[in-house]
Every structure is written in structure tokens, then in C-alpha cells.
């Protein structure tokens, strides 16, 4: 019964290589978000889902490139990984864009890159 | 520009009360959330407020001062659990989440 889901848990990769994380929530949300904490424990929102569409991009390398099949899916890829991508990627939703209610997180992706 | 302040950490005995300050400063304001994160896992939900004063769960209470751009959480009857960060994030006005650094909470035996 796990409301967000991420993969994997862990992802060590060297520079260069190119890598993906997944994410699923069965909530039922319309909205869902990629956040970035670094060492510093500051969350860093890098973009955010709306029914599929686009509608937050911070200032992100266009390395990372968001994709989202359907509302209950939003995936991340990263190509030609640098060391300062190493951090935990979180996936949160939440049931709209207004912010009126909580986001839920799943349990993060720890990108070590070598 | 935007900004949430809090410090950076604390440190309070078992048993005893703690409050946890947050001022923000945002184009707008939709609101303010207060998240838990353990060490090694995601943030969870504590609180929203919207309106001015003190909204009441069980031994977590979060307080709102609109006009004075501040909130705190009070935590109460502090166990060893609660050690952990405390995030405090502002709503804008154009609805978007502005996170402050987050506050650590040693709680000591």
C-alpha cells in the first residue's frame, strides 16, 4: 500500500554515464515534484507535474530531463552524470498544484556519482 | 527575493518543551507547512497554516503570525523519536513551495 514509490533506493555510477530514476504514486494525485537534497540537507525543487504537464522548471541543468507518461508517473533522467549531481532525489505529489494540502514523499534515491 | 529563515539547530532535553522559529519573507503567502525528516528518510507532514494563530495536534502545535512574517512549532513532552530536522516551507502567491534549511533537534537523555 505504498502511497510514492521511487527506484532505485541507491544508484552509484561513474561520471559521464547516463541514469535513471522512476517514480509511481497511487494516490490519485494530480501533481506530482522532483526535489533535489544535497549534503546541506536544503530541498531544491527542480520541477513539478500537473496532469502530465510541465509546470515548474527551475534553473536545472538540461542534463535532467523530466518525463511523465501518465499523472501517477513522473520519471527523472540525467545524462553525462557529474559529481555534483551527487545528492537524494526525492519524488513528492500532492492532490493539486494549489498547495493547499500536503505533499507526500517517497523514501529518496541516493545518487553517488563516482 | 524569497526567503525562510530558521536556525540551524537545537538541542533540548527529554521531557522538557521546545519551539521551533521560522520567519519567511515571500512575494504572497498561500500559507505555511511544517515538515519532520529523520535522518535518512523522506520529510513527512506536521502542520499547515493559513490563518493567524495556534493550531493543536496531540504534543506538536504550530503558530502563525501573517503580519509578522513568522511561525513557530511547539513541541511538548519531547521523546528521543523527535530528534530529527524540522523543515519549514512558505506558499507564494504563485503557489509554489519556498523551503527553508531545515532546523536539527538533538534531544539529550
Known amino acids: 500500500d505504498t502511497a510514492v514509490s521511487q527506484t532505485p533506493k541507491y544508484l552509484v555510477t561513474q561520471m559521464g554515464n547516463d541514469k535513471s530514476i522512476k517514480c509511481e504514486q497511487n494516490?490519485?494525485?494530480?501533481?506530482m515534484y522532483w526535489y533535489k537534497q544535497d549534503s546541506k540537507k536544503f530541498l531544491k525543487i527542480m520541477f513539478s507535474?500537473?496532469?502530465?504537464?510541465?509546470?515548474i522548471n527551475e534553473t536545472v541543468p538540461n542534463r535532467f530531463s523530466p518525463k511523465s507518461p501518465d499523472k501517477a508517473h513522473l520519471n527523472l533522467h540525467i545524462n553525462s552524470l557529474e559529481l555534483g549531481d551527487s545528492a537524494v532525489y526525492f519524488c513528492?505529489?500532492?492532490?493539486?498544484?494549489?498547495?493547499?494540502?500536503?505533499?507526500?514523499f517517497g523514501p529518496g534515491t541516493r545518487l553517488t556519482v563516482l | 527575493g524569497q526567503n525562510i529563515d530558521q536556525p540551524t539547530e537545537m538541542t533540548a532535553t527529554e521531557g522538557a518543551i521546545v519551539q521551533i522559529n521560522c520567519t519567511y519573507q515571500?512575494?504572497?503567502?498561500?500559507?505555511l507547512f511544517w515538515y519532520q525528516q529523520h535522518a535518512g528518510e523522506a520529510p513527512t507532514f506536521l502542520s499547515y497554516?493559513?490563518l493567524d494563530g495556534l493550531e493543536e495536534k496531540g504534543r506538536f502545535s504550530s503558530f502563525l503570525s501573517r503580519s509578522k512574517g513568522y511561525s513557530y512549532l511547539l513541541l511538548k513532552e519531547l521523546q528521543m523519536k523527535d530528534s530529527a530536522s524540522y523543515l519549514c516551507?512558505?506558499?507564494?502567491?504563485?503557489?509554489?513551495?519556498?523551503w527553508g534549511a531545515g532546523t536539527k533537534l538533538i534531544i539529550k537523555p
Open positions: 516551507a512558505a506558499v507564494d502567491s504563485n503557489y509554489q513551495l519556498i
Open positions: 515571500t512575494s504572497g503567502f498561500n500559507g
Open positions: 497554516n493559513v
Open positions: 507535474y500537473n496532469n502530465k504537464e510541465l509546470i
Open positions: 513528492a505529489s500532492s492532490p493539486n498544484k494549489d498547495l493547499t494540502y500536503e505533499q507526500f
Open positions: 494516490l490519485g494525485h494530480d501533481t
